[in-house]
C-alpha cells in the first residue's frame, strides 16, 4: 500500500510538472522576445548574439533578409536604431521546442539618421536550444 500511494504521488507531481510545462514555456518566450525588443532598443549587441541562432533568418518588412551578422551590425553601427520601440497585441504559439510569435512592432525609428515611425506587423520564430530560447527566424510585414 506504501508503494502504492508512493507511485500515486509522484504521478501526480509529474503530471503536475507536465501541465505547466507548457505555460512556463511560453512566459519564457515571452520574456526573451522582451529582452530582444529592450536590446534592440538599448544597442545591447551582447544580448542580441546571445538571443540570436547563429543561422537566423531576420526578414524586414522592405522585403531585405539579413543575417545574424548583419543584423547585429546594423544596430551596433547606428545603421538601424530606435528611440522607442515596443510589441504589442503579442499572441504566443507554442509547439514543442518552437515558438511562432506574432505582435505588432511600434517604433520611433532612427534609419541611418532619419526618425522613420514604424507601425508594422511581426511573426517571430523561436527555438528551444540548450535550455534556451533563441531567434531564428523573423519577418516583418505592413499592414
Not at 34 to 41: F, R
Not at 61 to 88: H, P, W, Y
Request: proline share 1%; with cysteine; charged share 20%.
Amino acid at each position: 500500500m506504501k508503494k502504492l500511494t508512493l507511485a500515486a504521488g509522484f504521478l501526480c507531481l509529474f503530471a503536475g510538472y507536465a501541465a505547466a510545462s507548457p505555460a512556463s514555456d511560453e512566459k519564457d518566450v515571452a520574456a526573451a522576445v522582451d529582452s530582444m525588443t529592450q536590446a534592440m532598443l538599448h544597442k545591447d549587441v551582447a544580448k542580441l548574439k546571445t538571443l540570436t541562432s547563429d543561422n537566423v533568418s531576420y526578414g524586414h518588412s522592405s522585403g531585405k533578409v539579413q543575417n545574424k551578422e548583419e543584423f547585429v551590425a546594423d544596430i551596433e553601427t547606428g545603421r538601424s536604431g530606435f528611440n522607442t520601440l515596443q510589441m504589442l497585441n503579442q499572441k504566443i504559439f507554442m509547439n514543442g521546442d518552437t515558438a511562432l510569435v506574432r505582435n505588432h512592432f511600434s517604433a520611433e525609428a532612427v534609419n541611418s539618421g532619419k526618425v522613420v515611425p514604424t507601425e508594422i506587423e511581426n511573426f517571430q520564430v523561436w527555438q528551444k536550444q540548450k535550455g534556451h530560447w533563441l531567434l531564428i527566424g523573423r519577418q516583418a510585414f505592413k499592414f
